[in-house]
């Protein structure tokens, strides 16, 4: 039964059939070869109460959220006030693109929006000041994967769904591990442009006066973050709640900088609608597949034939790491947690592991498959944006921050207070 489910899903994904289908034609498969009732008939059941999840309704408002942000203006003018802060280091605008990506992840909670947003301002600037094209490409595509780290997060209320954590807590062990991925990347970029100077481009210059008038332009993403994870840790407001919060701030800024348009808002629910759409499409297949997985066995057979392997819990994590970085090139994100997480999950919690601190590893993981071909997703949101040259530039571009998240991973392993530090003193 293993087998022939690997077997299925990999033809699947191999045929290019959309993640979404791909799944729920598995568990029609699986379901007159293993079950002697006709599960399809839980269908609707299924979905109805897979949907009806509050926590759910986080996921299309955290979209809206960043949308509107972008439709306003507002990323375009936090990247420059970026440039302007960031660009005397070695690598100039690289950093930036990374500042703004961990700035822009603190609203909008996706990792594509954030590739695409920053991205979008980004791209131009690499012909005018002479960059290393890979290196920069890669900034871009690794600076987006900060959208499902730093709070809020889209995938970290699904991990909270799906192992019954709390997303508040999941949400302060993010911060740390995130600021330090940004920390990282930009040191990858310092590393690169100090070994060869030739990719850093030329240098931007900026005068302390011009600085610190463009702190302006910073104000707006960082108040809607302190209101919608304020709110939150305040007590004030559910994780859904505060997204609904986040929604209203940003149409009241679009509005104060005379954006708000019916036809920006219709662009932005048109975008959310599509994005979502495509989300919960995910989700309703891989719970289609997860329950005739679990009805017929299979689940516990997985389960069974892991814990049978007798491995210690410092194997069992260095198979999970494994294991999650060799999906993560066949898999897209939110197929590949919905679909292993109830799995993983409970083995190693039944390890000893803490599920806060596993979520964030796992969050990790899930950020190295947006950028490792062949289905990394930002390497092709980033290309997308390019309109010109070939995927292999944003692949090795790449590369080296997928060492940085390696180097994260292990001290996430050294040092589990890294994300578990700040739960404990809000508790």
């Given amino acids: 039964m293993i087998a ?47 949907n009806n999840e509050f926590l759910l309704v986080a996921i299309p408002l955290f979209i809206l959220l960043g949308e509107i942000l972008l439709r ?19 690598g100039g605008l690289m950093h930036a693109n990374i500042g703004a990506s961990a700035l822009f992840a603190a609203t909008s909670g996706s990792s594509v929006a954030t590739a695409a947003t920053v991205g979008t301002v980004a791209l131009p600037q690499i012909k005018r ?15 987006g994967t900060l959208g499902i780290l730093i709070p809020p997060s889209i995938n970290l209320v699904l991990y909270g769904v799906l192992t019954n954590s709390s997303v508040p807590k999941l949400y302060l062990a993010g911060i740390i591990p995130g600021l330090l991925l940004a920390g990282l990347f930009m040191l990858t970029v310092i590393i690169g442009c100090v070994v060869k100077p030739e990719w850093g ?73 599509k994005a979502t759409a495509m989300i919960m499409l995910i989700i309703l297949a891989a719970a ?16 069974n034939s892991i814990r049978g392997l007798g491995f210690s819990p410092v194997q069992m994590l260095v198979v999970i790491v494994v294991f999650y970085l060799i999906l993560g090139c066949f898999m897209e994100t939110l197929s590949m947690m919905i679909t292993t997480i109830p799995i993983v999950a409970p083995i190693m919690i039944g390890l000893g592991y803490d599920p806060i601190w596993l979520g964030i590893l796992i969050i990790v993981l899930v950020e190295a498959a947006l950028i490792t071909p062949p289905v990394g997703l930002n390497l092709f949101v980033v290309q997308s944006l390019r309109k010109s040259g070939t995927m292999n530039a944003v692949i ?28 404990r003193v809000f508790e």
Avoid: C, Q
Wanted: proline share 6%.
């Fill in 4 to 50: 022939t489910t690997l077997i299925l899903l990999l033809v699947l994904i191999g045929l290019s059939i959309p993640v979404g289908a791909a799944l729920g034609v598995l568990g029609l498969i699986l379901d007159p070869l293993y079950s002697m009732l006709p599960l399809t008939r839980g269908i609707g059941e299924l979905a109805w109460s897979t």
């Fill in 72 to 90: 306003s203006g507002f990323a375009e003018r936090m990247y420059g006030a970026m440039s302007l802060w960031l660009s005397w280091l070695p």
């Fill in 129 to 143: 000041y002479g960059y290393n094209e890979p290196l920069f490409l890669g900034s871009l595509a690794a600076g």
């Fill in 201 to 273: 481009g030329r240098r931007i210059t900026a005068s302390w006066g011009e600085r610190f008038a463009s702190l302006a332009h910073l104000a707006p993403p960082l108040g809607i973050f302190f209101l919608v994870v304020g709110s939150i840790y305040a007590g004030l407001a559910t994780p859904t709640e505060a997204a609904a919060l986040g929604v209203t701030g940003a149409m009241l800024l679009a509005a104060w900088s005379r954006r708000l348009t019916l036809s920006m808002l219709r662009e932005a629910v048109e975008g959310t609608m």
């Fill in 288 to 303: 289609f597949l997860n329950f005739v997985m679990s009805a017929t066995g299979i689940t516990d057979a997985i389960t």
């Fill in 396 to 423: 090795v571009g790449s590369m080296p921050y997928v060492a940085a998240m390696a180097a994260l991973l292990l001290l996430l392993a050294l040092f589990p207070d890294l994300a578990l530090f700040l739960p």
